[in-house]
């Protein structure tokens, strides 16, 4: 069904319910290591984990990003976390030396619940990033989405010449 959405619209329509999500996690500096398409890699934190790969339920998301992950360079982005909230079951002296590094701004819980709805709908088991998820993304105006559309049009070729040799 998203595919069939991204391949009509090279922008997600003003009433999706995740844009709001969209905008977090480009505020938030998500796409400083998980990238726009959220399949991850190096970044300020170090290697980012693919969150088109991962298993994570919407609430484990949500703790993920308000508390961070101890002993990694995932930040916290909920205001007092370890301090006035307890994060994966411990306080700041709990943690200790495992303790993540804060995230540049500190987001609102509708915002943190934005970033995972956003997540499940648009990154969570989506394969490998495609052209149109990238225009989705930045709009046709990116050439970043460049290398995708070279890509989109080789597997189209190869689809075309496949279905002439039958």
């Known amino acids: 069904m998203l595919a069939a959405a991204y391949g009509q619209s090279t922008q997600a329509p003003a009433s999706d319910p995740t844009n709001a999500g969209k905008a977090v996690f480009s505020r938030a500096n998500c796409v400083g290591c998980h990238k726009w398409h959220g399949n991850g890699g190096g970044g300020y934190g170090g290697d980012a984990l693919s969150l ?6 919407r609430d484990q998301i949500i703790e993920t990003v308000g508390c961070g992950r ?3 360079g995932m930040p916290f982005f909920m205001r007092g ?3 006035e909230v307890k994060c994966h079951g411990m306080n700041r002296q709990e ?3 495992q303790m993540p590094p804060e995230g540049g701004v500190f987001l609102r819980p509708k915002d943190i619940e934005a970033v995972a ?3 499940i709908a648009h ?3 989506a394969g490998e990033p495609t052209y149109a998820e990238c225009v989705a993304f930045f709009s046709n105006t990116s050439r ?3 290398v995708y ?3 989109a049009q080789k597997s189209d070729d190869a689809t075309a010449s496949t279905g002439k040799d039958q």
């Open 144 to 146: 970043v989405c460049d």
């Open 117 to 119: 709805d956003y997540v």
């Open 81 to 83: 976390a370890y301090d």
């Open 52 to 57: 088109r790969k991962t298993e994570l339920t």
């Open 123 to 125: 990154i969570k088991g």
């Open 70 to 72: 101890p002993g990694t």
């Open 95 to 97: 943690a200790g030396a």
């Open 149 to 151: 559309k070279t890509q």
